[in-house]
């Protein structure tokens, strides 16, 4: 911190998206003067977008609760936190000894990985629960990318990264990078990465249905149908097999199973892949020679080619591309972020279908079950339906498809806690809220995305405000229920351990730390003395010392994958084109998920809730540009105002999700007051990938009308 006795300067990270831009806050007493970028901080270099000044309203807004509160039939009241805490502990403990331990469910959403006080303490408070009804984010977003790089790598969060600030050729597919900062891949500023890579003769690619806002600063966009990914993918692998675009003999020796994948995807011809995904043969063969050509090549697929029905072997023929062509963990290729904090460990990292869920055996991923099946489990009845909720910084009933089910299912829980600031769509269902305090009131340290970064740093800030009188930190939050459950089941308490404390532990234990001989011995105390963080320097080759399979060896024939090429060959290649509409999501620069709709910075504008729609799709249906349609799905419809795009490839609609707000006893005034429609009203919660349970959003079925 510095600066005058008026204005002092802090500096700090964003916390709004995966990017983690740091930031330069100066501060009046009570009052923020100004946000802006850190110039010096070494991942984002000043960098910001526009969600950066609304970190001031979510400090300072009005609706964020700052104290527990009680519902009483209809209404709200105060009280403290540990009437609170007890209440809640009688509550869970209660329903567990009368039903058993998974009569609890539990759900992390997105910003619960924010920091470190979630990911470790709430991962503590979930063990201690013992239930295996554990729902996150991720079998909304992220699952097949998780589960392959499990198989793959040993460990289901190890991720491949695109070495973007070196690579020659990016291909993006299913991912909007501009909008997003980079999902999976922290990347701020990637406009600016762009023009560097066209500085130094490279390409990129862009592949969706959707001529997107990182399609048009790609060199190449290419529309593709919902859901084909997949077949495309194939195409490619099979031209650089067929064209020996790829010497296998020149890999390292830590690759098992690849004579066999190779043998088993040959029938995936690029001729076969064209009228399935609307992209001609020749472009798929192009691409294939251009990117085993290219002297460091990235092939990245992010959320679109995850939130389908072929998402797992999506994912995992993307991993299989990178592989052959020799960009896995080199320079300009894909490569592993080595992050001062390894939560990891040594050895395995994760299960896969060690059990299924009740009602309609979906398997186990990582330790938890898809968010698809959590409504079910609560409305079914009979052994093991869960009974209590714990949720964490979500809003089920705005993410989940077929969100009008999940908000019945809520309403039936006989007890409901949500650790959230807000009284929301789903929170309102809650009996008890347990508010953290403000964004800039306690200390900030990233694990989980100083593990997605296209940089490796490490950066620790202290808080910029104090937290009000009584407030519990996260952290706390959950050390207060564990402990309080604890003691009603005569189970001893172990010591706390503070976030401070345990930062520093995992640092000095760290790849950089003391510990571990490197020069930089970093310790907390170093890097509280580096207000704008400490730069670790680019991703290095890494394999297979770090792998975390027990052989060391990457085992590329994943039986799960393997056969479902079977489901491939017989859904994708032979099924032919539906004759409906198909539904795809986007991305909005100024919001993530449903969460940032009450900031006003963020509010302001045109309405951003809208489809867009092909216009000859429109004048097909004799529809006009901004009127309101009927969109419907097997689920459900909705009311939506229609623009007319030629963004949109034709058969292809989109809306953005989160929105749907001004529902009866929701306390978020600015939200409701642009409340949009819910995409998740029409989705359908049947429609996943088998392999991994992920919901799959993109390609549900619809029709529009006026």
């Not at 901080?41 to 509160?69: N, T």
């Not at 809730?609 to 529809?623: G, Y």
Request: hydrophobic residues 35%.
């Amino acid at each position: 911190m510095t600066g005058s006795d008026d204005v002092k300067t802090h500096y700090w990270v964003c916390d709004l998206c995966e990017a983690v831009c740091g930031l330069e806050i100066k501060v009046s007493g009570s009052k923020i003067v100004s946000i802006k970028g850190d110039k010096d901080d070494p991942l984002s270099h000043g960098h910001v977008c526009p969600k950066a000044a609304a970190l001031e309203d979510k400090q300072f807004d009005p609706d964020r609760l700052r104290q527990p509160m009680k519902r009483t039939g209809e209404d709200w009241q105060p009280i403290s936190w540990r009437d609170a805490i007890d209440y809640t502990a009688d509550r869970l403990v209660e329903i567990q000894t009368k039903y058993g331990k998974d009569a609890v469910g539990t759900y992390f959403g997105n910003p619960a990985y924010h920091g470190a006080e979630n990911p470790v303490y709430g991962e503590a408070f979930l063990q201690s629960l013992g239930t295996k009804n554990r729902y996150t984010v991720a079998s909304m977003d992220q699952l097949p990318h998780a589960m392959v790089d499990y198989w793959l790598y040993g460990q289901g969060y190890f991720l491949s990264l695109p070495d973007i600030d070196r690579t020659q050729y990016l291909v993006v597919i299913g991912g909007n990078p501009l909008a997003s900062m980079g999902s999976l891949m922290g990347a701020p500023y990637f406009k600016n990465r762009m023009k560097k890579l066209r500085g130094r003769g490279g390409k990129m690619v862009v592949i969706d249905p959707r001529r997107s806002e990182t399609a048009e600063i790609a060199d190449e966009h290419h529309f593709i149908r919902p859901e084909s990914d997949t077949a495309l993918l194939l195409g490619m692998l099979n031209t650089m097999i067929e064209e020996k675009l790829v010497d296998l003999d020149a890999l390292p020796d830590f690759y098992d199973g690849l004579p066999e994948v190779i043998e088993r995807v040959r029938p995936f011809t690029a001729e076969r892949a064209a009228p399935v995904t609307g992209i001609k043969s020749d472009v798929i063969k192009r691409l294939a020679r251009e990117f085993a050509a290219a002297d460091g090549a990235c092939l990245y697929g992010r959320i679109g080619t995850n939130t389908q029905m072929f998402g797992t072997t999506s994912a995992w023929v993307i991993e299989i591309i990178n592989i052959v062509t020799g960009n896995l963990d080199r320079p300009g290729g894909m490569m592993f972020a080595n992050a001062a904090f390894d939560p990891f460990g040594d050895g395995p990292g994760g299960s896969y279908n060690s059990y299924k869920s009740r009602v309609r055996g979906a398997p186990e991923c990582l330790g938890e079950l898809p968010v698809s099946v959590m409504a079910e489990e609560i409305l079914t009845p009979g052994e093991g339906q869960i009974r209590a909720m714990v949720t964490l910084a979500g809003n089920p009933v705005l993410s989940f498809p077929n969100g009008s089910t999940v908000e019945t299912a809520l309403e039936q829980l006989e007890f409901m806690v949500s650790i959230d600031p807000y009284i929301n769509e789903s929170t309102r269902f809650a009996d008890i809220i347990l508010p953290p305090p403000g964004t800039f009131e306690g200390s900030r340290f990233d694990v989980v995305y100083s593990l997605l970064t296209v940089r490796n740093t490490a950066r620790y800030y202290e808080p910029i405000f104090p937290k009000q009188d009584g407030a519990l930190h996260n952290w706390e939050i959950f050390a207060e229920l564990g402990e309080a459950m604890a003691r009603r089941q005569g189970q001893e308490i172990p010591p706390r351990v503070t976030p401070e404390e345990m930062i520093d532990a995992g640092l000095r234990a760290g790849p950089y730390g003391e510990q571990s001989g490197h020069p930089a011995a970093l310790t907390l105390e170093k890097l509280k003395e580096s207000p704008h963080g400490i730069d670790m320097g680019p991703m290095e080759p890494c394999l297979p010392d770090r792998l975390y399979t027990t052989n060391k060896r990457i085992q590329c024939a994943v039986p799960e994958v393997m056969a479902d090429l079977n489901r491939v060959e017989s859904d994708l290649f032979e099924a032919g084109q539906p004759d409906e509409l198909v539904l795809i999501g986007r991305r909005q620069i100024r919001n993530k998920n449903s969460w940032m709709h009450n900031y006003k910075r963020l509010a302001k504008g045109k309405d951003r809730c809208v489809l867009f729609m092909h216009p000859i799709d429109l004048e097909e249906r004799q529809l006009k540009d901004g009127q309101t349609v009927q969109l419907s799905s097997r689920i459900g419809e909705i009311s939506v105002p229609v623009r007319s795009s030629d963004e949109m490839m034709r058969g292809v609609v989109s809306l953005p999700h989160g929105w749907g707000h001004g529902r009866k006893g929701t306390k978020i005034r600015t939200a409701n007051a642009h409340p949009g429609v819910s995409i998740n009203d029409i989705t359908d919660n049947s429609r996943t990938d088998p392999i991994s349970g992920n919901a799959a959003f993109s390609g549900t079925p619809v029709t529009v009308s006026g």
